[in-house]
């Protein structure tokens, strides 16, 4: 898989770090033994997971110095955040993912709207990004008022959104047209990037009567095919996506993202965009150009766009292998929430390579600060 580093860099593309970290790695699946310590109070939940907390508490409370210079304490073992306002002082921008850190599904999470609120009034810049792609950043500006939160389009940074950026910075040419295998949200996209497209939900009924003799037409100008979350997916995009790459002279392969699973709802993990991009990667034996996270494409964009220094910013998220890695590949701050798919015990497990700065229970962790002066 190959990643891409900065707007500017055209094919220039480096090998991705730690990209491919198991999915595993974040699974619940996998347990250690904490040690015994009875001095630790908290506040958690009940029981077992009370138990497990509290001494998962107990054993990053020693390494909670708060020295974070930017990149230093990445390898070390997260601390848990005992200072919020040191880190929000730090920091001039917080980037967030959503789904495990402002919602989970369609229910916000408890004390995300007075965290947000008490950033902003703290003067912070807030960004939201995701790597779904089905959606466009105006349809995701829809689902935070949906949630009663008042979020501009503009710090709204989708995989869809992403993958239109990129073909803008590389100046894809327009007599071109993209084939898309996802949702609406990057055809959406690459419309108002004024790039033509084929192919995504129409193509969603498509079916092959393999006859003897049969061939494929395809379009020739097809310059880049974007591979995003598609429920519909089937072989005739498959088809199609592999005799673009396969047969139009320096055709692209784009990724919005590779994730391995998504939450399509709470009872489990949904087959995510990586199994539609691994389709394709089978068919061509090529790797794709991956825009969404934990590519630095989008950290890089936005650095630019809003003249941000990447040590100013904070990325948090709920995933070790898309945001953390994210966070550490782009220079930032990191700080892990469990409200979302990673435990504390996958997080502090010795099979676990991605430690963030910190990591919190939510992110209305971060609240307490208010009650400090002068944050
Ligand atoms: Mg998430």
Redesign the pocket.
């Known amino acids: 898989m190959q990643t891409i580093k900065g707007a500017s860099a055209h094919l220039a593309l480096a090998p991705t770090r730690k990209f491919l970290q198991s999915d595993a790695g974040s699974h619940p699946s996998h347990s250690i033994l904490f040690p015994i310590c009875k001095r630790v109070s908290l506040l958690w939940s009940s029981g077992n997971r009370r138990s497990k907390m509290q001494q998962g508490v107990a054993k990053t409370a020693a390494a909670a110095a708060s020295t974070f210079e930017n990149g230093s304490d990445v390898g070390k073992n997260a601390s848990y955040l005992t200072d919020p306002a040191e880190l929000i002082k730090s920091v001039e921008t917080f980037i967030f993912?959503?789904?495990?850190?402002i919602w989970k599904g369609d229910t916000l999470i408890d004390g995300v709207p007075k965290t947000l609120e008490l950033l902003r009034s703290l003067g912070k810049r807030l960004v939201f990004v995701?790597?779904n792609s089905t959606k466009s950043r105006k349809q995701y500006g829809k689902k935070f008022e949906t949630l009663g939160l008042t979020i501009s389009e503009e710090e709204i940074f989708a995989s869809s959104f992403a993958a239109a950026a990129y073909l803008k910075s590389i100046q894809f040419p327009l007599e071109k047209k993209v084939y898309v295998i996802g949702e609406v949200g990057i055809q959406k996209e690459l419309e108002q990037a004024g790039i033509s497209y084929l192919g995504g939900p129409e193509d969603g009924d498509k079916k092959i009567d393999l006859k003897p003799g049969q061939l494929m037409e395809h379009d020739h100008s097809v310059g880049a095919v974007v591979v995003g979350f598609d429920r519909y997916i089937n072989y005739y995009k498959i088809q199609y996506a592999t005799l673009c790459l396969r047969e139009n002279p320096g055709c692209l392969f784009i990724a919005t993202n590779c994730d391995a699973v998504t939450?399509l709802t709470d009872a489990q993990e949904w087959a995510g965009g990586g199994s539609m991009v691994g389709a394709v990667k089978g068919s061509t034996k090529k790797e794709p150009l991956v825009v969404g996270k934990p590519s630095t494409f989008m950290m890089d964009y936005l650095s630019k766009k809003f003249q941000i220094e990447k040590s100013q910013i904070c990325m948090v998220?709920?995933?070790l292998d898309?945001?953390i890695l994210f966070g550490q590949n782009g220079g930032c701050k990191t700080l892990l929430v469990l409200s979302?798919?990673t435990t504390l015990e996958t997080l502090q497990s010795p099979e676990n390579t991605i430690q963030p700065h910190f990591w919190a229970h939510q992110l209305s962790d971060l609240l307490s600060a208010q009650k400090l002066a002068n944050v």
Request: with cysteine; aromatic share 0%.
């Open positions: 993912d959503c789904d495990g850190v995701t790597n939450h998220g709920d995933r898309t945001d979302g798919v």
